[in-house]
């Protein structure tokens, strides 16, 4: 897998957890203030879409959304 696939790959991921809990970037900037964590909506579209963001930042979206469990499937092989 490229470093390309990976990124779109953890980007997918986070957008369908989002999506899931039908939340919006601003949403998620309110409940990110709410833990000490200042973004706003436009870095959060611009992290996400780039799919370059670190674990840390990945975690505390997983958090404040209420991701508390995560399915990571398997990459296609092909």
Known sequence: MS???WKNYVKG???AEIAKRNLN???????L????????PQNLS????????GAIF????LQVIG??????????KA
């Open 58 to 61: 990945m975690m505390q979206i």
């Open 67 to 76: 991701c508390h469990d995560l399915h990571i499937n398997e990459f296609d």
């Open 25 to 31: 970037y601003v949403d998620i900037a309110e409940k």
């Open 13 to 15: 991921l986070l957008k």
């Open 3 to 5: 470093e390309s696939d």
């Open 46 to 53: 611009n992290k996400i879409a780039r799919g370059t963001f």
């Open 33 to 40: 203030k709410a833990i000490g964590v200042d973004e706003t």
